[in-house]
């Protein structure tokens, strides 16, 4: 859209303002039209040109874009809004349309896979996916690239998957107690069939045996990663005699659950208990006492599933079918020498 020149003069031509900014005059068509395929520096100085002398240009028009749709379990946990803000972030710039779905209540009527697919959604990512080999298979039918997000249990061959470095977190969660002299030690380990719990817990155990420490099979507790499951495990696990001086837990929630328990217990965290949680969500520094976690770079991870995504869209191949990010101890007030005596 072009305004009239200030003070009664017509409009410049589109020759004037390439010789001006030094571009062609086809590239200050596109400009004054809104075109693409032009610099941002280019297309900021054209701007400024044609604005001085009383056009008015459109918006920039965006590339055409592919509807793609980002599957979560819910749209609650802080762990799910985290991984949603880096993929909504990059699909900025990977012409990616994104919509989010939470998993249907019957997963088994794979109808709702068909619908994904007659929406004209072109890819798939799944954040903490149980889909099964059915739901799989019916993707793949509808030529659907899929790629999960923290699977819970061991991906195919042929998935393609973004999580974190579990296992070392595991060991360096561990570490901090034991260099901190911690010997007595329990573990909320999380959900039993999930990937990441058993790396973990893995992980933990490793810790031990390099401090020379002797597991505990009475200190290891399976659960899930809530609140709640925290303050259940924690109270059962704080009434064993003796009781351990630190918890490492598979969640920031079950971590907040655990200190709950312990203020129940009349236990101060961390004179008289350590408490380290995993992920490093937003209330883990908002906690009482702050929190000590292994970070999870959650952001980061639904950025690289939309890159992995659009890699496959686009026809190419991704460097790998498993990518993980590496996790790292964060360290707060939660965690503190063992008491002497």
Same mark, same amino acid.
């Given at each position: ?27 200050? &068509? ?166 990441? &719990? ?144």
């Amino acid at each position: 859209m072009v305004a009239n020149r200030p003070n009664g003069q017509g409009k410049p031509s589109l020759a004037e303002v390439a010789k001006m900014t030094g571009v062609s005059i086809s590239t200050v &068509s596109k400009v004054a039209n809104g075109g693409a395929n032009v610099s941002d520096a280019t297309r900021e100085r054209v701007e400024h040109a044609l604005k001085e002398r009383g056009y008015v240009t459109p918006r920039k028009r965006r590339g055409s874009t592919t509807p793609v749709t980002v599957l979560a379990r819910d749209m609650y946990s802080p762990y799910t809004l985290d991984v949603l803000r880096g993929a909504i972030d990059a699909a900025e710039t990977s012409q990616l349309d994104v919509t989010v779905a939470v998993y249907p209540d019957d997963a088994r009527d794979l109808r709702w896979i068909d619908e994904l697919h007659a929406a004209g959604r072109r890819g798939v990512i799944a954040i903490t996916s149980t889909l099964d080999d059915a739901e799989r298979a019916r993707f793949a039918a509808h030529r659907i690239p899929l790629v999960v997000i923290d699977p819970l249990s061991n991906p195919e061959e042929d998935t393609y998957s973004i999580g974190a470095t579990n296992w070392a977190g595991g060991v360096s969660a561990t570490e901090h107690l034991t260099e901190l002299g911690h010997r007595r030690i329990a573990i909320l380990s999380g959900y039993p069939e999930a990937m990441a &719990s058993r790396a973990r817990l893995s992980g933990f155990l490793a810790g031990l045996a390099a401090a020379g420490v002797e597991p505990d099979p009475e200190l290891e507790l399976p659960g899930d990663f809530t609140f709640d499951s925290g303050l259940e495990l924690g109270e059962k696990v704080l009434a064993r005699d003796p009781r351990p001086t630190a918890v490492v837990t598979a969640s920031d929630s079950q971590a907040l659950g655990v200190l709950e328990a312990a203020r129940r217990a009349g236990l101060r965290v961390p004179a008289d208990l350590s408490v380290i949680g995993f992920d490093d969500l937003i209330m883990a520094q908002m906690s009482s006492p702050p929190l000590t976690t292994v970070r999870q770079p959650l952001d980061l991870m639904g950025a690289a599933a939309v890159e992995t995504l659009a890699a496959l869209l686009a026809g190419s191949t991704p460097r790998s079918h498993h990518t993980e990010l590496a996790t790292r101890l964060v360290v707060r007030s939660s965690t503190g020498p063992v008491a002497m005596g």
